[in-house]
């Protein structure tokens, strides 16, 4: 599976973005796909997951509320909506494919795709 992260930009605190992460590959609907992100000198942390499906999805408690993850298998892409965005969600936002259940843990994660930038200015 490939994947490929698109949709960051810049954005003033309390705006939106819709990050796209468009996968090739027949199999995608067996895929569960995670959001992660890295800020400047900051580990990366989990942001949202979805499952196979789409019945299950996982949230950090840090967006929980404000981001929506979605998933149109038709189209092989998942989608995270930000809304109500603020000066801490500013980083580099990954996505990353792995078997059927969605997980927060990136080591479970088999593929990445590269990061898309997000800025979110005060």
């Known amino acids: 599976v490939q994947l490929q992260a698109s949709g960051g930009g810049l954005v003033q605190a309390g705006g939106s973005l819709r990050l796209s992460c468009a996968a090739s590959?027949?199999?995608?609907?067996?895929?569960?796909i995670g959001w992660f992100r890295q800020a400047p000198g900051k580990e990366r942390e989990f942001v949202a997951a979805?499952?196979?499906?789409?019945?299950?999805?996982l949230y950090a408690n840090s967006v929980k509320g404000r981001f929506t993850i979605s998933r149109d298998n038709a189209k092989n892409t998942v989608y995270l909506q930000m809304n109500s965005l603020k000066p801490e969600d500013t980083a580099i936002y990954y996505c990353a494919a792995k078997l059927r259940l969605a997980s927060p843990r990136s080591g479970e994660y088999d593929y990445w795709g590269q990061g898309t930038l997000v800025t979110v200015s005060s």
């Open positions: 979805i499952s196979w499906g789409g019945s299950s999805t």
């Open positions: 590959g027949r199999t995608f609907s067996s895929y569960a």
